[in-house]
């Protein structure tokens, strides 16, 4: 049997987490943007939100650190 580290042990945390917030979030909503209207369950929507959140904060620390290693 395989060692269980409080890594392993935090990723299955997560992703059980994951999954149960996935199966209680099914439920379909409208976004409107602009002239747009789509329906997507709420899930996929959180998701696709917390990704453009890392992309935007990875964009900023990449131009950040560009800009310090500029000036060095």
Known sequence: MQNLTFKSILSWALIALSIIFILQNLVTVEVKFLMWSLSVPRAVLVAVMIGVGFVIGWFFSQHHH??????S
Do not use: G, P, V
């Not at 560009?66 to 000036?71: C, F, H, L, P």
């Open 66 to 71: 560009q800009k310090d290693t500029e000036s």
